[in-house]
């Protein structure tokens, strides 16, 4: 069975530019959800999609984070414009829609923005 | 709010000797607990929950860990450590009510051959 895949797996960017990153989660699960870690620290929830729609972003920064999944399948986080503490590795997971406590991770994008 | 706490930033052990590995948790509601681990340069892997029923909990690769609600912990152990354990653990919760959950900070094990 395939994992999560994202990509890319690395990105060095400037500040106040623009970063996408894409994901494509297990097949078959309706759930994809977005982490951001920042070094020393456990991952923080972004985002958590349901199919194509939306179940929360509470805690996505909604100024300068976008995150999309049109089809129900990939998914896409973009950054516009970066800033130097967004400077995290990325993580991208998915899970069985009534299975949401047990989530596969994909390797993550370690972003570094400077 | 919810908070999850792993007191200890690295934990050794010789090899074949138990582990712990310790997590408090804090939330408003009842709790749904996990434990991952994250190899270098790997993804994060689910390790066992805790949603309810029996306190001790059994997962992966011989991990367990039980869910104490008067001491609000759900340490996880092992009776006999290998090498290959070593890895970095992270701890979950989440409240019933709620769709996130909250991550520790990590705790390093590093098995001593």
């Known amino acids: 069975e395939a994992g999560v895949a994202q990509s890319p797996r690395y990105k060095i960017i400037e500040k106040r530019q623009s970063v996408a990153f894409w994901c494509n989660p297990i097949s078959g699960h309706a759930t994809l959800y977005w982490y951001q870690q920042i070094l020393g620290q456990g991952p923080k929830l972004l985002i958590q999609?349901?199919?194509?729609?939306?179940?929360?972003d509470s805690q996505l920064p909604k100024d300068r984070f976008s995150a999309e999944r049109l089809k129900g399948v990939d998914s896409t986080l973009k950054i516009q414009p970066a800033k130097l503490e967004d400077s995290a590795v990325y993580l991208c997971?998915?899970?069985?829609?009534?299975?949401?406590?047990?989530?596969?991770f994909g390797p993550g994008t370690r972003l570094t923005v400077t | 709010a919810q908070s999850v706490a792993q007191p200890e930033d690295q934990v050794n052990v010789a090899e074949g000797n138990p582990l712990t590995v310790k997590c408090t948790y804090s939330v408003s509601g009842n709790p749904y607990l996990f434990w991952y681990v994250q190899y270098p340069n790997r993804g994060l892997q689910f390790l066992l929950k805790y949603i309810t029923g029996d306190n001790l909990v059994k997962g992966s690769y011989g991990f367990e860990a039980e869910f104490n609600k008067s001491q609000t912990s759900f340490h996880l152990k092992k009776p006999s450590a290998l090498v290959s354990d070593s890895a970095l653990y992270f701890c979950a919760v989440r409240d019933q009510g709620s769709y996130i959950p909250t991550f520790g900070r990590g705790t390093s094990l590093i098995v001593h051959p």
């Open positions: 999609f349901q199919n194509n729609g939306v179940v929360d």
């Open positions: 997971a998915s899970s069985f829609f009534d299975r949401d406590y047990e989530q596969y």
